[in-house]
């Protein structure tokens, strides 16, 4: 007795019988799937002719060199130079070492050991008169091998209402006389410099260290001194700081 007709799903294709719809679509949707890579291996999309090439990356420019100094320009031929200016060249021979206008104001460069010397004639002479000491500060021109410093003071005169500017050149392990004979204001101010920049006044009544502590080691306004401080005082904690410095003073005692 023969048997009766198998299911489909045991009955293998005849010949020329259509496959199913989902197998036959199969090799077509793996064709569609990319393959790992084939992004990178895409070629690069071609500039069109005539469109703008692109630029290489500029070089990062350098930092220019540190300038030597202030200009200290020479006034104009055609500008008439002061009565306190022309005054002082004739009552301290020799004192002046030049003599500079910039932007409306003049300065006086002198000699440093003449520099209070120069302060009092301005004060006292008639014609001169500058009675208020406005400012006395320091600038550091590392660069400026031989005189690095710039010493500066700010003269105005309340009674003829002019103004000039003293400067005088000094060395590193230059000193340069008071002032504090000549305007009694300049006490604090030269104490400043002095533990600013290091500059040291003959003469001072009391020369010591005004913003920074007596044992502070260097001078924070030279150009030349570390962003991060000494590093024998650097430490985290301002406790430790205080603590090791208590250590000291009773090591003094003791």
């Known amino acids: 007795m023969s048997e009766g007709p198998k299911p489909a799903s045991e009955n293998p294709a005849a010949p020329g019988t259509p496959k199913p719809v989902a197998e036959a679509a199969a090799p077509e949707a793996k064709a569609a799937e990319p393959k790992p890579g084939a992004e990178a291996a895409a070629p690069k999309p071609q500039a069109t002719p005539g469109s703008p090439k692109p630029q290489a990356k500029a070089a990062e420019p350098k930092a220019p060199p540190p300038p030597p100094g202030p200009p200290d320009q020479a006034p104009p031929a055609d500008l008439a130079v002061p009565v306190y200016v022309t005054a002082l060249q004739s009552g301290l021979a020799g004192a002046v070492e030049q003599v500079s206008f910039w932007v409306g104001d003049w300065t006086v460069i002198v000699a440093a ?142």
């Open 113 to 254: 050991a003449r520099f209070a010397e120069a302060c009092r004639f301005l004060r006292d002479t008639p014609g001169c008169q500058f009675d208020y000491l406005s400012d006395l500060t320091a600038v550091d021109w590392p660069a400026r091998a031989e005189k690095r410093f710039d010493l500066v003071a700010s003269l105005y005169s309340t009674r003829l209402r002019q103004r000039v500017r003293v400067k005088a050149r000094l060395a590193e392990s230059e000193t340069v006389p008071s002032v504090t004979g000549v305007w009694p204001a300049a006490n604090w101010l030269e104490r400043e410099v002095y533990d600013m920049f290091g500059v040291t006044f003959t003469g001072h009544p009391d020369l010591r260290r005004l913003l920074m502590p007596s044992d502070w080691q260097g001078h924070p306004q030279r150009k030349d001194y570390p962003l991060e401080g000494p590093g024998e005082l650097l430490m985290e904690n301002p406790q430790d700081w205080l603590k090791a410095r208590q250590a000291a003073v009773d090591a003094d005692i003791e």
